[in-house]
Every structure is written in C-alpha cells, then in structure tokens.
C-alpha cells in the first residue's frame, strides 16, 4: 500500500513536472514571440517612420535644398536680370566719361558675376532649367526694370557724358527692379540661402541707388 501510494505520487509529480515544463516551454516561446515581434515591430516601425521623424526629414530637405516656388522664380528672374546688368556694366570702360560711373560698373559686374554663377548652381540642384542666355533677357523687358533692346541699343551707342547720364538712370530702374524682387524672395522664398542673397542685393543695391541719384545731382 505505502509501495503503492509512493508510485502514485512519483508519478504525479512527473506528470506535474512535465506540465510544468510545458508552461514554461510555451511562456517561453510566447515570450519570444512576443519578443521578436515587439524588438521587430519596434525596428519595423523605427524604419518606417525614420524618415518621417523630424530630424530625418530636415535632413531630407536639406540635402535636396529645402525650396520653393518663390525661390525657383526668383533664381530664374535674377539670373537674366544680373545678365543684363553685367553687359551694361560691360560698356562702361570703352564709352564712360566719368571715373565714377566706370568703378561702379566695375563693382556691379564683381558682385553680379558670381551671384549668377550661384543662382544658376541652385537651379541645377533642384532639377530645374537654368535660363538660356540672349533673346529672353531682352524680352523679358517690365519684369524687375529690365531694359528693351531698343534702350541696350541706345547705350551701346551713347559715349562720354551722354552713357554716363542714360547708364546711370537705365541702372537705378534696373537695381530697384531687383530690390523689389529680393523682398519678395524674402517675404516668400523658403531656401535659407536665396533668402540671405536676397538679403544682400537689397543692401548693395540700395547703397548704389544712393549713390547714382547722387551722381545724378539727385541726392
């Protein structure tokens, strides 16, 4: 009986023993499942939403160059406006009286050249056609103070005196066509450099307006 009873609670215990470990085994594989499927579900969702997170897509936009259409506008206007500025600038030594006038045709072409050279950079960046250079400057007269080709052929046949008073006031329509255009890239553009080169035309050029008024003896 005691031989019995010692048989049958061996065998209980066995038998509660293996369902024990079966409890374990399958806490265990629902531990890891739920492991895999959380660590995996979190990477899975940590992958998906990296680039909508915020700092992915600053990144983002900064390697694309965050910008707008008021920024693409206003690349595609300064650069025939900047254009037609250089090749008045460019008429000055050969036809200018006043050493004056030549030094600021000079400092317009220095700080133009290479601001064409970075607006036409930005276009390429973000897929965009940089404008043909020619005909389209010319037509695009009313745009920002931009000259006709009647006004450009004046100039190229004026000298002394006479291209010092017409480049000097054809310039200063022309420079604050370009101020009005800077502002509006400030107050609409959304790529932080064009917004500080909008910036700076706006203060440069502002300086030369002054500056021609006054050679003008309108200052």
Do not use: Y
Not at 106 to 126: F, Y
Not at 153 to 158: D, I, K, Q, S, V
């Amino acid at each position: 009986m005691i031989r019995k009873r010692s048989l049958m609670h061996r065998t209980a215990v066995v038998a509660a023993a293996g369902t024990t470990a079966l409890v374990l085994a399958a806490c265990g594989g629902s531990g890891d499942d739920d492991g895999s499927a959380g660590h995996g579900g979190h990477a899975a969702t940590a992958s998906s939403s990296a680039p909508s997170s915020p700092s992915a897509s600053a990144s983002a936009s900064a390697a694309q160059g965050q910008h707008n259409a008021a920024d693409v506008a206003f690349a595609k206007g300064m650069i025939p406006h900047h254009r037609q500025a250089v090749e008045m600038a460019d008429l000055a030594p050969g036809r200018a009286r006043s050493a004056e006038v030549k030094k600021l045709a000079a400092d317009i072409k220095k700080a133009q050249d290479p601001e064409i050279r970075t607006l036409s950079g930005w276009l390429t960046s973000w897929g965009e056609d940089v404008p043909a250079e020619g005909a389209m400057d010319h037509s695009a007269h009313g745009m920002g103070g931009m000259m006709t080709a009647e006004e450009m052929t004046g100039l190229e046949n004026a000298s002394g005196t006479a291209f010092d008073t017409a480049f000097t006031e054809l310039m200063i329509k022309h420079h604050e066509g370009a101020v009005e255009m800077a502002r509006t890239e400030q107050a609409d553009g959304a790529h932080g450099p064009a917004k500080k080169m909008a910036g700076e035309i706006i203060d440069s050029q502002s300086a030369e307006i002054e500056q021609m008024n006054a050679l003008l003896g309108k200052g």
